[in-house]
């Protein structure tokens, strides 16, 4: 009987952990300090076929191909809140502790601490959540003030939980810009598409795998640009501070453009890229 009794209460915690549902929502919260770290490494190659006189051309300044890369970027996030205003926003600073960026081509090494480094943001949260650049010191000429906010919120539009309770097996897919980190390309709009399967539900967070798609507008395929690409990984949602304190997953992609018509670059990436964020 004992043995009976046992099964029957492991048989109902598993009904009622399938059974159970949360809202997942994504907020921050007044007076907290929230120190996020991204490390993501790269390896890959660049290639260029097509017209044989521009590759000779090519050929003679030095250049081979395929060109080999390796990537590192590093990045170290404070953001801070102070208490609500009376309108309901969320005075918040992002300060970038540390920025770096380094490749290396075919063994020569270019990048390293980028000029953001020590950039201070200064603005607030709406009471939807979007977020509006006061100020910014060590910006740089290149950027505005609204440059960096229209950044900052489409970022935030692509990424976005459904406005439903989710339980176990759920899926919901989320669409997030990739920055390629090669400048010939930074024209292409690519991006990816993930798909978010509910794994865990335990009391105090929320465990999600991640199944990765690479896509592009379709407009730029017609232009001689396609993307392909997959990945997986996974990540923690906490219940309490309502963010996700821990990203991880791993990429292979693909993206082949048209050079003027006589020329064909591809470029070939595998990546891996690990987050996280703690709450003071």
């Known amino acids: 009987m004992r043995i009976a009794a046992f099964f029957s209460l492991v048989f109902c915690a598993l009904g009622l952990q399938a059974q159970q549902e949360i809202l997942i929502k994504s907020m921050y919260h007044p007076e907290k300090v929230y120190l996020t770290s991204a490390l993501m490494t790269m390896k890959g190659e660049i290639n260029l076929e097509g017209d044989e006189d521009i590759m000779e051309q090519i050929a003679q300044s030095g250049t081979t191909f395929p060109v080999k890369l390796d990537g590192l970027n590093e990045v170290e996030l404070t953001l801070s809140t102070s208490a609500r205003d009376a309108d309901g926003t969320l005075p918040a600073t992002m300060t970038y502790d540390k920025m770096k960026i380094s490749m290396q081509m075919n063994g020569m090494e270019q990048g390293g601490d980028s000029p953001f480094t020590g950039m201070e943001i200064k603005g607030r949260y709406?009471?939807?959540?979007?977020?509006?650049?006061?100020?910014?010191?060590?910006?740089?000429?290149?950027?505005?003030?609204?440059?960096?906010?229209?950044?900052?919120?489409?970022?935030?539009?692509?990424?976005?939980?459904?406005?439903?309770?989710?339980?176990?097996?759920?899926?919901?897919?989320?669409?997030?810009?990739?920055?390629?980190?090669?400048?010939?390309?930074?024209?292409?709009?690519?991006?990816?598409?993930?798909?978010?399967?509910?794994?865990?539900?335990?009391?105090?967070?929320?465990?999600?795998?991640?199944?990765?798609?690479?896509?592009?507008?379709?407009?730029?395929?017609?232009?001689?640009?396609?993307?392909?690409?997959?990945?997986?990984?996974?990540?923690?949602?906490?219940?309490?501070?309502?963010?996700?304190?821990?990203?991880?997953?791993?990429?292979?992609?693909?993206?082949?453009?048209?050079?003027?018509?006589?020329?064909?670059?591809?470029?070939?990436?595998?990546?891996?890229?690990?987050?996280?964020?703690?709450?003071?």
């Open 126 to 280: 709406d009471v939807e959540g979007s977020f509006m650049v006061e100020s910014a010191k060590g910006l740089g000429e290149e950027f505005s003030q609204e440059d960096m906010s229209n950044t900052i919120n489409k970022l935030q539009q692509f990424v976005g939980f459904p406005d439903k309770p989710l339980k176990v097996g759920d899926t919901f897919t989320m669409k997030v810009p990739l920055d390629i980190p090669v400048s010939s390309m930074s024209g292409l709009s690519v991006y990816t598409e993930s798909d978010y399967t509910v794994r865990e539900i335990n009391p105090t967070s929320v465990l999600l795998d991640i199944v990765i798609r690479l896509a592009m507008d379709s407009g730029q395929e017609v232009m001689g640009a396609a993307a392909t690409g997959t990945g997986t990984g996974t990540c923690v949602y906490d219940r309490a501070e309502t963010i996700i304190t821990s990203y991880e997953f791993d990429m292979d992609y693909s993206i082949k453009m048209d050079v003027q018509r006589i020329m064909t670059m591809t470029f070939k990436m595998i990546s891996h890229t690990k987050q996280s964020t703690r709450v003071k």
